[in-house]
């Protein structure tokens, strides 16, 4: 038993030099181990660090370029719309051109027409009148050398008549 109290006895110089040795081990630990595995942390936690600070400059840059997009995409449309819109108006302006430019051809054609029936309708009268008028000619012709009788007369009349109605 001595030898177990040997070793639970409190020497004051062995208890000095066993604190002077821990004090050596702790700067040593701090100089050696500590101060390097701090720097080592503190460069992660920077690195980590300035990688996160990229991460939200990446995210606001792209929400920034997802704005611009989208803002360029609303302009598209809105120009696209103005294209189409001004497009149906110059269509609609020139299928009212057009049908203006047919109403003119077809009114042209139609007082073409009306002109052309006008003068071929006093063509055949000038036609018809002339027909008449040599056909009485001739009747009056055979008048002169016949001698009227009556019935002479109204056989000239119903050839007349005859002739007339062959000529329509």
């Known amino acids: 038993m001595q030898l177990y109290q040997a070793l639970i006895t409190l020497d004051g110089w062995t208890f000095l030099a066993q604190i002077c040795n821990l004090m050596i081990q702790l700067v040593i630990f701090k100089?050696?181990?500590l101060n390097p595995v701090k720097k080592v942390i503190a460069e992660r936690k920077a690195k980590a660090d300035s990688q996160i600070a990229d991460a939200e400059k990446l995210r606001t840059e792209a929400e920034a370029m997802k704005?611009?997009?989208e803002q360029n995409l609303q302009n598209a449309r809105?120009?696209?719309n103005q294209i189409v819109a001004a497009a149906q108006k110059t269509a609609a302006a020139r299928s009212e051109e057009l049908l203006g430019e047919a109403r003119a051809q077809a009114a042209a054609?139609?007082?073409k027409a009306e002109t052309d029936i006008a003068q071929e309708r006093k063509k055949a009268v000038n036609e018809v009148k002339d027909e008449i008028g040599g056909m009485a000619m001739e009747i009056a012709s055979k008048v002169v050398e016949r001698e009227i009788k009556e019935a002479d007369h109204q056989d000239l009349i119903d050839e007349f008549i005859k002739n007339v109605g062959e000529a329509s």
């Open 78 to 80: 809105t120009e696209a």
């Open 67 to 69: 704005a611009e997009y």
């Open 109 to 111: 054609l139609k007082q």
């Open 31 to 33: 100089k050696l181990l």
